[in-house]
């Protein structure tokens, strides 16, 4: 159709000129013709090749200019981003009809375009929504106080926490992936993550024990590993989790508790031999004379009582942590209670030929107190120093006023305590391993003093220490004024 | 010749029970309060027979009886007191000469039996 167009301006364009030429030529060849004629046909001649030309490339132009049309609504939605129509509804022609074929190719690529607009706006808000759940996890992995690492099918460290950091001792750079073999430098540890990364397809799941370190300072931990499977038969391995918690100090506990036990035992068995030895030799007529059996008997009634004070020692602990005592306190002197725990001791240190040396200052210092329980508590102390303390060794006991605080010092030259065990001393249960005394005790007596001392009186009480050299026992009381 | 009987516990009225039966039985008993002392009044007096306690300050039963192996040239037949039987390897005793892990509480009358029925064999032999 365009080119009959084309043919038909052709020929307009040449009608029109060669009429118009004609026209124009005439009035050459007619010279006689009036003049008014002349210029009449002249015009008409050169309007004619004028419309000729005009009319032959209105007719050529045309279609160009719909075209152009056309290309420019396109560009333009190219420019704004819009899908629309390029050309109106009257068109029927075969221009028109190729509009119509675009329109509706643009009409499909508009719905297209939208549909995709709307996944691509579903997907980012999934994005957004997975983004924000890996940071919630992410957030709440690095808040556990457990070690967590993930090692992947290729042996890669791909994410842990801060507490496996620490365990580890490196740092987790989530852009740079790493061997796990290169951050972790434990060849047990690296062998239970490989081993379980080889075998997790039999056993998914495992819980063991894995000792860190050596000696005071080994740390206990229980490993929970699990294998990430997948596959569609779930017949692949692509990774490891292992979660590690600290069980160091509940594995202290129950090796404390079963210390506990044995020392307790062994505390209340010395006593029941000297009950049993000396009863059975009474049985056997080994006391020579009266006198002898009269003390036999002395040394069974003794250690029975010394029996019962121990005993009662396990209870009164028990009993005060528990809260089940209730306390009587009233003002009282320090100096008195001393005295009482001198009268005591010393046929105990003199046994041991220990010089017990009390200060009974003339001034005396009082504190608002339980006298039974702050007659225990110093009583233990010095029973402490003094067991602990080499025969012909020394134990002084003084007592003065510091700051507001009535201050005992219980001062001995006994074995010392470690720099390592002074804080644990006041500990339930706890004896040193290092004891060099070697002495039975239940680890019940300086625990009984702490608790006493501060959460009973609000006082406090401190240890100073050199091994080979002595020790000195402080307790702060506050002083009534 | 009397058998001379060492006896080592940091427990007063133990050696001093101990001591009673063994001499009222005829035998020479000599003390120490302790570990150390026990091994030097070993080496000084050279007893034929040594009854200890486990747990003693200063050097353990084990480790008093380990010592004086090593050191004189004839071991010392012992008696190991101690109240914490169950704790004791049979692998820390086997090559020390120790006959009898005895228990506390226990019996001195069995105690001087396990020692005259000792000093019965080593005489025979």
């Known amino acids: 159709m365009i080119e009959l167009r084309r043919v038909a301006a052709v020929i307009l364009l040449f009608l029109g000129v060669g009429v118009g030429l004609h026209l124009l030529m005439d009035p050459l060849r007619h010279a006689s013709q009036p003049a008014a004629v002349k210029a009449m046909t002249l015009g008409a001649g050169l309007a004619l090749a004028v419309l000729g030309i005009i009319g032959g490339f209105l007719i050529a132009r045309f279609p160009k200019e719909r075209i152009d049309g056309v290309a420019g609504h396109l560009e333009d939605m190219v420019r704004r981003g819009t899908v629309g129509m390029v050309v109106g509804e009257t068109d029927a022609d075969a221009l028109g009809r190729l509009g119509h074929a675009i329109n509706h190719y643009l009409a499909f690529v508009k719905d297209e375009v939208e549909q995709s607009h709307m996944t691509a706006k579903e997907r980012q808000i999934q994005m957004k929504v997975l983004e924000a759940e890996k940071r919630h996890v992410e957030a709440v992995i690095h808040a556990i106080s457990d070690g967590v690492l993930v090692m992947d099918a290729f042996g890669d460290l791909v994410l842990t926490n801060a507490a496996a950091e620490r365990i580890f001792g490196f740092t987790f750079d989530a852009s740079t992936r790493r061997p796990v073999d290169e951050a972790i430098h434990d060849k047990r540890f690296l062998e239970l993550l490989h081993d379980m990364h080889e075998t997790g397809l039999v056993v998914p799941h495992r819980t063991l024990e894995w000792a860190q370190g050596s000696g005071e300072h080994t740390h206990v931990w229980r490993v929970i590993l699990n294998t990430v499977v997948e596959g569609r038969k779930h017949d692949r391995v692509s990774g490891v989790v292992a979660v590690l918690h600290d069980v160091t100090k509940e594995k202290e506990i129950a090796r404390m508790k079963s210390d506990f036990v044995s020392n307790v035992s062994h505390e209340l068995k010395a006593p029941l031999s000297s009950i049993k030895a000396y009863a059975e030799m009474l049985v056997d007529g080994e006391a020579a004379d009266e006198a002898e059996a009269t003390e036999f008997l002395g040394v069974i009634a003794g250690e029975a009582d010394r029996l019962g004070r121990l005993i009662q020692n396990i209870l009164n602990l028990s009993r005060l942590e528990s809260g089940l005592v209730s306390t009587n306190k009233a003002d009282l002197a320090v100096t008195e209670i001393l005295g009482d725990v001198a009268d005591v001791m010393t046929p105990q240190a003199a046994q041991k030929h220990i010089q017990l040396e009390v200060d009974l200052a003339p001034v005396f210092f009082h504190v608002h107190a339980d006298r039974d329980l702050l007659y225990q508590a110093v009583l233990n102390v010095v029973s402490n120093a003094v067991k602990y303390t080499p025969e012909r060794g020394k134990v002084s006991v003084s007592t003065y006023l510091e700051e507001g605080w009535v201050v005992v010092d219980v001062v001995d030259t006994g074995y010392g305590v470690p720099p390592e065990d002074i804080d644990r001393v006041f500990e339930k249960f706890y004896r040193s391993r290092h004891s060099a005394g070697g002495a039975a005790g239940t680890g019940l007596g300086l625990p009984l003093v702490k608790h006493v001392v501060e959460t009973i009186h609000g006082g406090q009480v401190a240890l100073e220490s050199h091994v080979g050299k002595g020790s000195t026992f402080r307790i702060f009381l506050p002083a009534v004024r | ?125």
């Open chain 2, 1 to 125: 010749m009397t058998c001379k009987v060492l006896v080592a516990d940091d427990d007063a009225y133990i050696t001093n029970v101990v001591a009673r039966k063994l001499q009222n039985a005829g035998l020479d008993v000599i003390v120490a309060m302790d570990g150390r002392e026990a091994y030097e009044r070993a080496i000084a007096e050279r007893p034929d027979f040594l009854i200890t306690d486990l747990q003693m300050p200063g050097m353990s039963g084990l480790e008093l009886s380990a010592r004086l192996t090593a050191e004189l040239p004839e071991p010392i037949p012992t008696i190991l007191l101690t109240a914490k039987g169950f704790e004791i390897d049979r692998t820390d005793t086997d090559h020390l000469p120790i006959l009898h892990v005895m228990s506390k509480p226990f019996s001195p009358r069995e105690l001087l039996d396990n020692v005259r029925g000792a000093v019965e064999i080593g005489a025979l032999s």
